[in-house]
């Protein structure tokens, strides 16, 4: 057994042992406005739920480990006093993870991430609308854990408004826990699903995924790709070109006759087997190889 002396070892290695052990972690997708109300949408793997009378849930979003900054949720919390704390279940777990990439101030996570944007009641934040349970809070108190890359910030919200999906409620009104199909996060890529075990889901890219309001109108409306496929498929930082597409798919077996004579539905059909094995490259050359 090794044994680790915090104050001996670097911020980063220390986070990832941190969040490697301890796990898995429920996710907070909270949703806050700056001062201007321009919506920003982010998840956070530090939450959990600390009261019922009153109802408090904690989340913590960390100051940024590389430079000590701080993220937009933290500044948007401490300026209205208000979030809205969205869960994250299987169907959006994609689309989750591509909300979190870097994008500038002002950017609408939720245009990015193809994510509905519903009006709360009580607070100004907007809901997602398709997270199965959604949260309106109010910021009782915000306490800093230190001043140093990497320290948390407890951010204390009370919940004003619950709303729940009646689709996730058992004959009984109570949240059937196979209906809300709840993921949480664990070390490096990984995740968990609460009903079935864990799957991987690579980090946004660390330039800029396009977003899915960058996606073909076709595929954007597809009626075969799911969320998540979308998500996956606008975390790309360009769509490849026609002839490099082409190229690559004329390497791969007999799929360009096949491609050749399929119409939109089949080529999406296609290309989702694609992503369904988590092959990305091949469903997106598919796609633009038509």
């Excluded at 109300?37 to 019922?52: D, E, H, R, T, W």
């Excluded at 890219?205 to 606008?234: C, Q, W, Y």
Aim: charged residues 20%.
């Amino acid at each position: 057994m090794i044994t680790i002396d915090p104050s001996q070892v670097a911020t980063g290695k220390l986070h990832g042992f941190l969040l490697g052990a301890v796990g898995p972690r429920p996710i907070a997708f909270a949703s806050t406005v700056d001062n201007d109300g321009n919506p920003n949408l982010s998840p956070f793997s530090f939450f959990n739920v600390f009261s019922a009378n009153p109802p408090i849930l904690i989340f913590s979003p960390a100051r940024r480990v590389r430079n000590n900054t701080t993220k937009h949720t933290l500044e948007n919390a401490e300026f209205t006093k208000e979030v809205v704390i969205n869960i994250v279940n299987y169907d959006i777990v994609q689309q989750m993870s591509l909300s979190s990439t870097e994008y500038p101030e002002g950017v609408n996570e939720f245009v990015k991430s193809g994510l509905t944007m519903v009006a709360s009641e009580k607070v100004k934040p907007f809901r997602v609308g398709e997270s199965p349970v959604q949260f309106e809070c109010k910021v009782n108190e915000i306490i800093p854990m230190g001043k140093e890359g990497g320290a948390g910030n407890l951010v204390i919200c009370e919940v004003v408004l619950m709303h729940i999906n009646e689709d996730i409620l058992d004959q009984d009104g109570r949240i059937d826990q196979e209906k809300i199909d709840q993921v949480a996060r664990m070390g490096g890529n990984w995740y968990t699903r609460a009903k079935e075990g864990m799957f991987e889901v690579p980090k946004p890219l660390s330039t800029m995924g396009i977003g899915v309001d960058a996606l073909p109108e076709a595929i954007r409306n597809s009626t075969i790709f799911t969320g998540n496929d979308l998500g996956k498929l606008a975390n790309v930082e360009q769509i490849p070109n026609k002839t490099e597409a082409v190229a690559i798919v004329n390497k791969i077996g007999d799929i360009m006759d096949k491609i050749q004579q399929a119409n939109q539905i089949e080529i999406h059909k296609f290309a989702k087997q694609y992503l369904d094995k988590d092959d990305t490259d091949t469903a997106w050359n598919i796609l633009a190889a038509k």
